[in-house]
């Protein structure tokens, strides 16, 4: 297995030059999430991305919110953009019902299975859906402590069966192609639904045709194949990095209380599936305890013969896209997401 090199590993968790600068001029206090009331953390994060939506320019789509049914009897909230360029396109008799549908692209916030809600993802769901014509999903799931797994990654599976099986209600043609993706903690749900619609194809109308995983979590340790394992080094070596510590990501996942040799949890607890996924494309942060989580993943699925495509960015932590949006490293990562994207759509 071909794995990044111990220098380049040491390299990439050297904190970025202009990183360095801005956390001088602006010092960030050392992330704590073990002694910060869960309501706090919630909070914090909910005033976070609401500034953010609410700054959002509304990049000509029309944004509308769905609940669709869960197994459990539940309700789950969707969050769908659609290019205003189709939706106002009036219909005539003899036209093709097929002929504004649309690729769909399912989303999966981040926050560690304890925070984030759908809008968090609505600056990647309506550009894709204007520089794609696509249809974008942005999906709910419940959290943890509350809600302890696998109920994080059930509500995930249960929303790409619905939009399986409803795309076309929503304008989409999913032969077109239907991406998941998803950022952090919605990275793994990408993961997991996209690994489970392989062991359980029977359940999916039509079939997810990429995957996009962000600074995904996919092991707590246990589960990396013996091969790889002197390549997955970052929790030790990015223990203290900002944003996102090694302490920070235990005491997640004691939160989610997850089987770490599930499947559904953990792609590398069924490697047979691996050889089966579509098209992969990963993004992973330098200084990131999660870093190895997605190399190693990425190497894998390479590995078997998966196409893959990886972009590293070096010396920056957990999530700097969303939290130090203007550094270079923040614009290279988004242009990365929607270009790749593309090449998932076969739009490239």
Same mark, same amino acid.
């Given at each position: 297995?071909?794995?990044?090199?111990?220098?380049?590993?040491?390299?990439?968790?050297?904190?970025?030059?202009?990183?360095?600068?801005?956390?001088?001029?602006?010092?960030?206090?050392?992330?704590?999430?073990?002694?910060?009331? *869960?309501?706090?953390?919630?909070? &914090? @994060?909910?005033?976070?991305?609401? $500034?953010?939506?609410? #700054? /959002?320019?509304?990049? =000509?789509?029309?944004?509308?919110?769905?609940?669709?049914?869960?197994?459990?009897?539940?309700?789950?909230?969707?969050?769908?953009?659609?290019?205003?360029?189709?939706?106002? *396109?009036?219909?005539?008799?003899? &036209? @093709?019902?097929?002929?504004?549908? $649309?690729?769909?692209? #399912? /989303?999966?916030?981040? =926050?560690?299975?304890?925070?984030?809600?759908?809008?968090?993802?609505?600056?990647?769901?309506?550009?894709?859906?204007?520089?794609?014509?696509?249809?974008?999903?942005?999906?709910?799931?419940?959290?943890?402590?509350?809600?302890?797994?696998?109920?994080?990654?059930?509500?995930?599976?249960?929303?790409?069966?619905?939009?399986?099986?409803?795309?076309?209600?929503?304008?989409?043609?999913?032969?077109?192609?239907?991406?998941?993706?998803?950022?952090?903690?919605?990275?793994?749900?990408?993961?997991?639904?996209?690994?489970?619609?392989?062991?359980?194809?029977?359940?999916?109308?039509?079939?997810?045709?990429?995957?996009?995983?962000?600074?995904?979590?996919?092991?707590?340790?246990?589960?990396?194949?013996?091969?790889?394992?002197?390549?997955?080094?970052?929790?030790?070596?990015?223990?203290?990095?900002?944003?996102?510590?090694?302490?920070?990501?235990?005491?997640?996942?004691?939160?989610?209380?997850?089987?770490?040799?599930?499947?559904?949890?953990?792609?590398?607890?069924?490697?047979?599936?691996?050889?089966?996924?579509?098209?992969?494309?990963?993004?992973?942060?330098?200084?990131?305890?999660?870093?190895?989580?997605?190399?190693?993943?990425?190497?894998?699925?390479?590995?078997?013969?998966?196409?893959?495509?990886?972009?590293?960015?070096?010396?920056?932590?957990?999530?700097?896209?969303?939290?130090?949006?203007?550094?270079?490293?923040?614009?290279?990562?988004?242009?990365?997401?929607?270009?790749?994207?593309?090449?998932?759509?076969?739009?490239?």
């Amino acid at each position: 297995m071909h794995l990044a090199t111990p220098n380049s590993l040491v390299a990439w968790g050297q904190v970025d030059p202009e990183l360095h600068v801005f956390l001088q001029a602006h010092p960030l206090p050392k992330s704590n999430y073990a002694n910060t009331p *869960i309501m706090q953390l919630r909070a &914090q @994060n909910n005033k976070i991305e609401s $500034t953010a939506f609410n #700054a /959002l320019s509304d990049h =000509g789509v029309n944004e509308t919110v769905i609940t669709i049914p869960m197994s459990d009897g539940t309700q789950s909230e969707i969050r769908i953009c659609r290019p205003l360029v189709l939706d106002d *396109i009036p219909s005539f008799e003899g &036209q @093709n019902e097929d002929e504004n549908a $649309t690729p769909l692209i #399912a /989303l999966f916030h981040g =926050g560690g299975f304890v925070v984030g809600s759908n809008i968090q993802m609505a600056v990647f769901a309506r550009t894709l859906a204007t520089l794609y014509n696509a249809t974008v999903a942005s999906m709910s799931y419940r959290l943890a402590p509350e809600h302890p797994f696998p109920t994080a990654q059930d509500d995930a599976w249960d929303g790409i069966r619905w939009l399986s099986a409803h795309g076309a209600s929503l304008g989409a043609n999913l032969t077109q192609g239907f991406v998941v993706g998803g950022v952090s903690a919605g990275g793994n749900l990408a993961i997991s639904v996209t690994h489970r619609s392989i062991l359980h194809s029977d359940e999916l109308v039509n079939p997810i045709t990429g995957l996009w995983a962000a600074n995904p979590i996919t092991t707590n340790g246990e589960s990396v194949p013996l091969e790889a394992l002197q390549g997955w080094v970052s929790r030790t070596q990015n223990a203290d990095a900002p944003c996102l510590s090694s302490e920070d990501l235990e005491y997640l996942e004691g939160l989610l209380r997850v089987d770490p040799m599930s499947p559904v949890f953990s792609p590398f607890a069924d490697l047979c599936v691996f050889p089966a996924l579509p098209p992969l494309y990963v993004q992973v942060s330098g200084m990131d305890p999660l870093r190895d989580d997605g190399l190693v993943y990425e190497a894998v699925a390479r590995e078997m013969g998966v196409q893959t495509r990886l972009d590293v960015y070096a010396g920056m932590p957990h999530g700097f896209f969303y939290y130090f949006p203007a550094l270079n490293q923040s614009v290279r990562f988004m242009g990365d997401a929607y270009r790749n994207l593309g090449w998932l759509l076969g739009r490239e």
